[in-house]
């Protein structure tokens, strides 16, 4: 979930390199509705990346609020381009499994995903 829709194809595109599927959304509401399509269709989402700072909208803080709602097992990851906010430093405290900061490198963002979808 990123609204800036550079930033958000980026994202996918490196995520594809890395060899996983993905389904981009623009903030919370498309989210949650993903989210909840692909579990109802027995294809739930390994792991789910949520901007933290969302215009407009509900950021990653709330999002995930929500998500642990429907699943409170989701795997999470906060993504932000602002690194002393208090989620990114704790990330763990506020319910995320991990943490990748923007600019995102293909190296960093692969080995983030595959330990949060290990269950790390």
Do not use: W
């Amino acid at each position: 979930m990123d609204d800036d829709d550079s930033v958000r194809k980026v994202l996918g595109r490196l995520v594809e390199h890395l060899g996983y599927e993905v389904d981009l959304v623009r903030d919370d509401r498309e989210a949650i509705a993903s989210y909840c399509q692909a579990r109802e269709e027995g294809v739930p989402f390994a792991a789910v990346i949520l901007d933290l700072t969302i215009s407009g909208g509900m950021g990653g803080e709330e999002t995930i609020r929500k998500l642990r709602e429907i699943n409170p097992e989701v795997r999470t990851i906060v993504s932000s381009g602002y690194s002393n906010d208090p989620v990114m430093a704790s990330f763990r405290d506020f319910g995320f499994s991990g943490i990748i900061a923007k600019p995102f490198r293909a190296g960093k963002l692969g080995q983030v995903l595959q330990q949060v979808i290990a269950g790390g």
